[in-house]
């Protein structure tokens, strides 16, 4: 934070105009993407809610192993979360006591593999492209997993 106010800082000195209108821009983004960050944290907060923690701790949680990751890696494949609010769910997941590793599995699918966006990506890649390169993001994924269990 200290770093972002230097900068902020920095830049305002430098020129002030600028400065302005790159703040009242991030502000008016920040307003655009607030209801649907409030609307996932809602969703997710009740399916949290609804769901026992035994439930999620059982399937994704420490002793869930290679199962959790695929359960992770599948979610992610498919979901269309954008990183600004798939962050924060994987902070209130990880208190909820799901593993680190499926978390890293979770988060790396869902921002490199996409299967609903797949049709999209072949018509400019084609197909045997577009499979491989999700193959290996995917498989890429589970690695990611491992070497975050091993760690941490």
């Known amino acids: 934070m200290l770093f972002s106010i230097i900068a902020m800082a920095v830049s305002a000195i430098a020129d002030w105009q600028k400065t302005r209108e790159g703040l009242f821009r991030g ?81 790396t699918t869902l921002m490199m593999v996409g299967i609903v966006t797949l049709p999209i990506e072949a018509k400019f890649f084609g197909w045997k492209t577009s499979i491989i390169r999700n193959g290996l993001s995917w498989a890429a994924a589970i690695f990611i997993g491992f070497i975050m269990a091993l760690i941490l």
Not at 58 to 70: A, D, F, H, P
């Open 27 to 107: 502000l008016g983004m920040f307003v655009r993407l607030l209801p649907a960050l409030l609307l996932v944290l809602v969703l997710v907060s009740v399916v949290l809610f609804l769901l026992p923690n035994e439930i999620i701790v059982k399937n994704l949680g420490e002793g869930s192993g290679v199962k959790g990751w695929i359960i992770a890696a599948l979610i992610g494949s498919v979901a269309m979360i954008p990183g600004f609010i798939a962050y924060p769910l994987a902070g209130v997941l990880i208190k909820s006591g799901v593993a680190y590793g499926t978390i890293a599995v979770f988060i």
